[in-house]
């Protein structure tokens, strides 16, 4: 039986000193059938281990309804036949710029300010939870013969809290659940934070970007013993819609790393290999140096400025960070497995069809409710969409400013059926006064919930009410769309479409709604790439305009579209989705929701898996929530590797 022990001063392997050359990779944003390419892309760079988060949200969006926990095995299993050790970190919280931090709707929506904290009915859910997922992890421990040698308890908990009887607790049960590899807590260098969110018995880890020396410097104030470690080495930085990208020099963050090497420590590069946020799991922060000021979504791509981009692909930060690895290996680094090969293109797919948001929400959408007050998306059960609420303004009575108080976090709104301006959190009024008596429609949209900070939890739509002038307008209908509701194909098809050339007539209507429209895929023999066959480079793609075509599938726990036919098109490891002109919403390749695509930028092109499409015939959805394009989006091989795009420079 194989023995992994914090030692004095290192960790140990059946006694013999071992240094925990890791990176983070989130099962959960990437496609299933490219984790072994990714994790080959890890070995190659010159590291031994592999950690990812767990998000409870997508395995449990609904209580008791519990998706997929395998998933996780799945990734350890791979992890094990790729020659890595692993760390998993389960939660409950986990932050990872996902939605809600990984806690779901239900929990936060329940518990408000008790999450994260001692109060037993919190403490029993997850207590449930951590019963259904832990004994993926529990067979896969290295003392079984899995991977796993490392589990964290709570996550970055001083940056939130002092609950120590919480956190001795949660320590407790995952002991209680056959967690028997150290457990550790991760937190930033700094006092208050190690002190509120480290465990006694526990490995305290820090995270940070540079420093190491400063850093390990105020850790041993508090952990005199046991190995140096920083669990997130942040070698880049996440993108917020709307802002400036954040990059960070190559050479910098190799210097980095260097020095956290130099110090003795073991390393989590975060991220080594960052994915994308499919699905609409991509969650937001607030502003200022509280985090509890303005809002601020994030985007799509999970690229995170990583060695490894977001196609698969080597990047310069890559191949400085295998020089500095390369110095640290027990001998020769593996070769780098083959790049992965774009869709050659461009493919332009025309969107014959159109439905009304007005008619999906007839057929997706959840039964209307009314109460006094507009009901938050968490009393509407509504995790990831949008909600429509009715409210009418009575009359006679003259014109007075209309908005919404404690709006999250954007509104399309109609008086009359006729568009009056779009809301925001900063701007709740409308810019023309209404009069009564008037009917007014709000189609609210979350545009991911908060992970990190003080309003982590806070509820979506509208949250306070909406005014006419001073008045409260009561009697509020409410009506979900549910962004799963897209994973049931046979729904979608039940959506009635027609020529696209009806949005065109159907006035503000026409603006938004369900688009859809086909396109082609066939393989080519000239080169190799990274999941195909050998000698298949790249595609050939002619649009297309005819309706459903039977390619709808389901994005599940694992990222995997569950399409009819052959997934794969040898040859196309990957592709790019574009959509110039048109505003915000939602795009899906096959049924696979590839996310959110919004002109606000600073991301262009959504990508799209490799083994979503397949040859022949495939299907794309486009969801415009604000002001469509022309009825065309633009297929091809994907943003260009090391892009060279002007950013804030992260030191």
């Known amino acids: 039986m194989t023995d992994f022990t914090v030692g004095d001063d290192c960790f140990r392997l059946d006694g013999k000193p071992v240094r925990l050359l890791s990176g983070a990779l989130h099962y959960f944003r990437v496609h299933e059938a490219q984790w072994e390419h990714r994790l080959a892309m890890l070995a190659a760079m010159g590291l031994n ?19 997929d926990v395998g998933a996780l095995g799945r990734f350890l299993d791979a992890v094990e036949r790729a020659g890595l050790w692993a760390i998993v970190r389960p939660g409950p919280y986990i932050c990872a710029e996902w939605e809600n ?88 260098p700094e006092d208050h934070m190690l002190t509120g969110g480290s465990v006694p018995g526990l490995l305290a880890t820090a995270n940070f970007g540079s420093g190491a020396r400063e850093g390990f410097k105020v850790l041993r104030r508090h952990q005199p013993g046991g190995p140096l470690m920083c669990m997130e080495f942040w070698c880049g930085w996440f993108d917020h819609w709307g802002a400036e990208p954040v990059r960070r020099d190559p050479e910098q963050a190799a210097g980095a790393l260097r020095e956290i090497l130099e110090c003795g420590a073991s390393v989590n590069v975060y991220m080594a290999h960052g994915g994308t946020n499919f699905g609409g799991w ?52 593996p070769a780098l497995p083959p790049e992965p090969v774009g869709l050659a293109g461009p493919v332009r797919v025309e969107l014959a069809e159109w439905a009304s948001l007005g008619d999906v929400l007839e057929v997706l959408g959840d039964p209307e409710t009314e109460s006094g007050v507009p009901a938050t998306f968490e009393e509407l059960g509504v995790d990831r969409g949008l909600v429509r609420y009715r409210v009418a303004v009575p009359g006679p009575r003259q014109a007075y400013p209309l908005g919404a108080s404690g709006l999250r976090d954007r509104a399309v709104v109609s008086v009359d059926g006729v568009r009056a301006g779009v809301l925001t959190e900063e701007s709740g009024t409308l810019p023309e006064p209404v009069a009564g008596p008037a009917e007014v429609e709000l189609w609210v949209e979350s545009l991911g919930r908060v992970n990190y900070g003080p309003r982590l939890g806070e509820p979506k739509g509208v949250t306070g009410g909406v005014l006419h002038e001073r008045q409260y307008l009561h009697g509020v209908r409410a009506r979900g ?112 929701c590839l996310g959110r695509y919004w002109s606000a930028g600073p991301q262009r092109t959504l990508y799209v898996p490799g083994p979503v499409l397949r040859g022949g015939v495939n299907e794309v959805w486009v969801l415009e929530l604000e002001d469509a394009g022309e009825p065309r989006v633009e297929l091809g091989p994907g943003a260009p590797a090391d892009t060279d795009a002007p950013g804030v420079v992260q030191r």
């Open 49 to 67: 281990c592999v950690e990812t988060y767990v998000p409870w949200n997508l395995h449990e969006p609904r209580e008791g309804e519990v998706r």
């Open 101 to 188: 931090g990984g806690l779901p709707v239900w929990v936060t929506g329940r518990f408000g300010r008790r999450v994260r904290t001692r109060d037993a009915a919190y403490r029993a859910v997850v207590e449930r939870w951590f019963r259904e997922l832990l004994p993926q992890v529990v067979r896969r421990q290295v003392s079984r013969g899995g991977p796993v040698v490392l589990v964290q308890a709570e996550n970055e908990y001083g940056s939130y809290g002092s609950d120590a009887v919480y956190l001795e607790w949660l320590a407790g049960l995952l002991r209680q659940c056959g967690v028997t590899v150290p457990l550790f807590t991760s937190d930033g």
């Open 282 to 333: 991509a969650g937001a922060n607030r502003s200022g140096p509280h985090q509890d000021e303005s809002f601020q979504p994030t985007v799509t791509s999970y690229d995170y400025d990583a060695p490894v981009d977001e196609y698969g692909r080597a990047t310069e930060k890559f191949r400085l960070f295998r020089e500095v690895l390369e110095a640290y290996a027990e001998g020769p680094l």
């Open 481 to 592: 769309l549910r962004l799963d509701a897209f994973d049931d194909a046979g729904a979608v098809a039940a959506v009635p479409f027609g020529p696209v050339a009806g949005a065109a007539g159907a006035g503000d209507a026409g603006r938004t709604g369900l688009f859809r429209g086909t396109f082609t895929v066939e393989g080519t023999a000239s080169a190799s790439g990274a999941s195909g066959d050998p000698g298949a480079s790249g595609a050939s793609g002619a649009s297309g305009a005819s309706g459903a075509s039977g390619a709808s599938g389901a994005f599940d726990a694992s990222g995997a579209s569950t399409a009819s036919g052959t997934p794969g098109v040898p040859g196309v490891d990957h592709a790019g989705v574009e959509l110039p002109g048109w505003t915000r919403g939602f795009v899906w390749v096959n049924g696979f």
